[in-house]
């Protein structure tokens, strides 16, 4: 089983920045394929941006060049720098583990942005 606890998410005006972390619990966290989803009212929870246990990434195309995926096997931690909010990027972000053909959710952290 693995638990994952995310932070810091909260309102924000267009163009600002947030940064999203996501810490999971596990030994075996470096083997774990990481993702951010969000979902926004009334629509699917689609994939922001994922990392490989090998460090490889990926990003949907509405956040590439703004959002960046990392993670920090150490701290057993991955992060979402959010820069150039934009109002479209409102949603409750979760995070995702995937691990032994398994897939863990956070509980989510709403990001409004508005002005």
């Known amino acids: 089983q693995v638990q994952l606890v995310e932070s810091g998410g909260g309102d924000v005006q267009p163009g600002g920045s947030l940064r999203l972390s996501c810490a999971a619990s596990?030994?075996?966290?470096?083997?774990?394929?990481m993702s951010w989803y969000r979902q926004a009212p009334g629509k699917q929870r689609e994939l922001v941006a994922l990392?490989?246990?090998?460090?490889?990434?990926k990003y949907v195309d509405s956040v590439t060049g703004r959002f960046t995926i990392s993670r920090t096997n150490a701290k057993n931690t991955v992060y979402l720098q959010m820069n150039g909010l934009k109002p479209e990027d409102t949603a409750v972000y979760y995070c995702?583990?995937?691990?032994?053909?398994?897939?863990?959710w956070g509980q989510g952290t709403q990001v409004t942005v508005s002005s």
């Open positions: 995702s583990a995937y691990y032994n053909a398994l897939a863990y």
């Open positions: 596990g030994s075996s966290f470096r083997h774990y394929t």
């Open positions: 990392v490989t246990s090998a460090g490889s990434t």
